[in-house]
């Protein structure tokens, strides 16, 4: 770059005096300015000390701003249950005064309906009475201050805001990573790969797409030559066009798009790159774009893989997009979750993909070779049995109870740990999630109950009361009360509100394993060891019915969401439904072969999920009480399982130390009718049991767009299709999500046609892939001209 003060000369030091004036300058302003020659140095000088300030001081780490992170975030913590404080005690005081005037209201309404001697009351209630004939003025006063306390504290919050935010405005004042770098009239060549991914963040995504559609559509195989030639225009978008080319540019010259970021030596640069951008979106997006690029333009192959590597190590949601033609080489993808997506045409070259989830994908003629999978147990101390689990009410959030005595919080999204509860100091046999999602309940076998904040994630109470350990934990429809029961027989109900026994119900003669109440609020259901289970008038607090059918030690009592029904699980093998009104039994339900540890009805009442000792989990449909499928990937004992509040995911945990998220809603899924060649075999057509019709390139693999031309002209090669060509219907429910430290391939329900899928020794792979639920289409399919 030439100076502006002497345009015949190329800028090549740096001035670091403490002025405003101009820094980059060349020889000849150098001589201009003697006085400060001692203050003027040479880039790349600069540059190298500056790295080794930067990498000396790590500002990241450093521990001084760490401590100081700690402290803030005590601050931050204190000031939250101050505020929190002060709101119940305003709560608390408009309240009194209103409930002050309603019982005085109360009062005087009282003593007028029972005719009292209007003569004997005192002269201060003779006067209370005509101020209210009047028109209650005392009433009307209150209300009155009322009003001007909430005008008051209103007109202070908004105060208190607009100096707060006024404030952290001139004392913060740092410059957004979000500003829109891409307008600066020329692109500065950066050396590091941060300082990229930092200028891509005034980039949105639609310019991605854009290039990636354009470079598909001209065929294009160099793209940094075709998009410089292209962006001649100087509207907005061919503007961004011209950075992210500049950015292309630039990366293609730098390590990242030249070694493997998945090896040891770079792991404390990936750490760092995970460290800054884990949480960017608009970084999340150039990385996928630079995945797409793989599949157009192999100078781009090595950034691509190392972006992938990236995005599966920071745990982006990566199910149900379409990577077709992507080449990945050299990497890791360890624990990839690509759950219903579209691989076809992919080249993956020695990836390690263990862990891989590849349930419900497309794999249509794939080039996978030189593979690496290890099936190994992570040796991690945590490692432990999951007892129970419940999702918050908007589904976003998973929570586990296990042996290791502690509560993980996950993200149902990504399968990542957002928190670790720790309270209890023995096995953590249940947990419950509020239905207004403010608090959560553990119940544990150190005798007691935790509630938490779940928000803020902080212990809140942690109550005593129960002489053996507590097996599970229930809240109220209301969320004002929690029950509880025990292996010390008893249920006991307690104040969410203010941690307080409220009551204790004495019948069973057996541990007490599962509690739930009725959507109503009126009845609680219980279920022992006893074999029996008792209904539980909750206002008299008095036993309403047993029913002892079962003849074995019981699990799991669930009402049904319209209270009509009640399903429990026992060791007897079975789960029976029964009539709530009558206590008569509606159904009995077979399909395990040892007992049944937990039943639980979907969110709109119409599946009913079961899960046992014998491993599995069979889902049922209600209104028939048929069996729809049975599922049987967990390799332990289920302990526990629950449906997301829009009843599309099942969770399930297990004793094997892994939970799973299932896919069971069978709108969203590949269930595939027939499957047969054209009469040329150039076109696979593939029926839906939903009557959609998709057509693939069986060469390359590649998914026909129904827009093309010659979309319509395809389909008439298939007219004689004979109705004998029938395809196994794939199964709709499949794992979406697995939690685990054991390294396991999934592949159930995975689609695959013709392709090359070998490890590193060149042993072919597809018995693994089918042994793991993987479907291949050519052993089903029939040509046409052999009919």
Same mark, same amino acid.
């Given at each position: ?32 300015? %003697? ?49 929190? #404080?002060?709101?119940?005690?305003? #709560? ?16 005087? =309404?009282?003593?007028? #309906? ?138 293609? %010259? ?55 590597? =990236? ?338 995911? =099942? ?30 075999? #150039? ?105």
């Amino acid at each position: 770059m030439r100076c502006t003060q002497h345009p015949l000369n190329q800028i090549s030091q740096i001035c670091i005096a403490p002025h405003k004036c101009k820094r980059k300058v060349c020889v000849q302003c150098t001589l201009v300015n %003697e006085g400060e020659l001692h203050q003027i140095m040479n880039l790349d000088e600069f540059r190298g000390l500056l790295l080794q300030k930067l990498l000396k001081d790590k500002y990241h780490q450093n521990s001084e701003l760490i401590v100081g992170q700690q402290d803030l975030k005590i601050l931050l913590t204190q000031t939250e249950n101050m505020l929190k #404080k002060i709101w119940e005690q305003l #709560k608390e005081s408009f309240n009194s005064i209103y409930n002050l005037i309603e019982r005085q209201t109360n009062y005087y =309404l009282t003593k007028v #309906k029972e005719n009292i001697n209007l003569a004997a009351m005192s002269e201060t209630d003779l006067d209370k009475l005509v101020k209210i004939y009047k028109g209650n003025e005392e009433k009307n006063s209150y209300l009155t201050k009322l009003e001007m306390i909430k005008k008051w504290w209103g007109n202070e919050i908004r105060t208190f805001n607009e100096k707060l935010k006024k404030e952290l405005q001139d004392r913060f004042q740092t410059p957004s990573l979000q500003l829109e770098i891409w307008q600066e009239a020329s692109y500065q060549r950066k050396e590091n790969l941060c300082q990229i991914l930092v200028s891509v963040m005034g980039i949105d995504e639609q310019i991605y797409v854009m290039i990636i559609g354009m470079l598909k559509k001209q065929k294009i195989t160099n793209s940094l030559t075709f998009l410089s030639d292209s962006c001649n225009n100087t509207n907005q978008e061919q503007q961004k066009i011209k950075f992210i080319t500049n950015v292309l540019n630039n990366i293609q %010259e730098l390590d990242f798009n030249k070694k493997h970021y998945s090896i040891k030596e770079y792991i404390d640069i990936r750490d760092e790159i995970i460290f800054n951008v884990s949480n960017e979106v608009k970084i999340i997006n150039f990385f996928k774009f630079l995945v797409h690029l793989t599949a157009i333009d192999n100078q781009f192959i090595k950034c691509g893989s190392n972006s992938l590597h =990236l995005l599966v190590e920071m745990k982006v949601d990566l199910r149900e997009q379409n990577f077709e033609n992507i080449k990945i080489n050299d990497t890791s993808l360890i624990g990839a979750n690509f759950a219903k997506c579209n691989l076809s045409g992919s080249q993956f070259n020695n990836v390690d993909i263990s862990g891989m989830i590849i349930n419900g994908a497309y794999l249509f003629n794939c080039k996978w070779n030189n593979l690496t999978i290890q099936e190994f147990q992570n040796k991690n101390e945590n490692t432990s049995f999951i007892y129970s689990l419940s999702f918050s009410p908007d589904g976003a959030t998973l929570a586990s109870g296990s042996q290791d005595k502690f509560i993980c919080l996950w993200d149902v999204k990504t399968g990542q740990q957002k928190a670790k509860l720790d309270g209890h100091t023995s096995y953590v046999n249940s947990v419950r999630i509020s239905h207004n999602g403010s608090t959560l309940a553990s119940g544990s076998d150190d005798k007691s109950i935790c509630l938490w904040d779940f928000q803020t994630e902080k212990q809140i109470a942690q109550l005593f009361g129960h002489s053996y350990g507590v097996t599970t934990v229930c809240y109220s429809p209301d969320d004002n009360q929690l029950a509880s029961g025990s292996v010390d027989n008893s249920i006991r109900f307690w104040d969410t509100r203010t941690g307080e026994q409220q009551a204790q119900l004495d019948g069973h003669i057996g541990y007490v394993y599962s509690v739930d109440f009725s959507p109503d609020g009126t009845t609680l259901a219980s279920c022992s060891y006893d074999n029996s289970i008792r209904l539980w008038d909750l206002k008299t607090r008095r036993q309403q019915t047993i029913l002892d059918v079962h003849g074995a030690r019981l699990n799991s009592v669930c009402f049904s969401p319209d209270g009509s029904t009640l399903a429990s699980g026992s060791d007897d093998n079975s789960i029976r439904l029964w009539d709530f009104k009558t206590g008569q039994l509606k159904a009995k339900l077979d399909s395990h072969t040892y007992g049944v540890t937990t039943a639980c009805y979907s969110s709109d009442g119409t599946t009913l999920a079961s899960s046992s000792y014998d491993n599995t989990i069979s889902l049922w449909d209600v209104k028939t009480r048929k069996l729809k499928v049975i599922l049987d990937a967990h390799t332990q004992s289920v302990n526990s399982v629950c449906f997301s509040p829009d009843g599309s995911t =099942l969770a399930s945990g297990s004793c094997d130390s892994s939970i799973r998220l299932w896919n069971v809603n069978g709108q969203n899924c590949n269930q595939v009718r027939s499957v047969c060649y054209s009469l040329d075999g #150039k076109t696979v057509k593939m029926s839906g049991v939903d009557n959609s019709i998709s057509l693939w390139d069986s060469l390359t693999g590649r998914l026909i767009d129904p827009s093309e031309k010659s979309y319509t002209d395809i389909i008439a090669l298939f007219q004689n299709e004979t109705q004998n060509n029938q395809f196994s219907q794939v199964s709709p429910f499949y794992t979406t999500q697995l939690i685990a430290q054991l390294l396991h391939l999934e592949a159930t329900s995975a689609l695959i046609f013709k392709g090359e899928f070998t490890d590193h020794q060149g042993n072919d792979l597809r018995n693994l892939f089918l042994e793991r639920g993987g479907k291949f289409l050519e052993s089903q399919i029939k040509f046409q001209s052999e009919y």
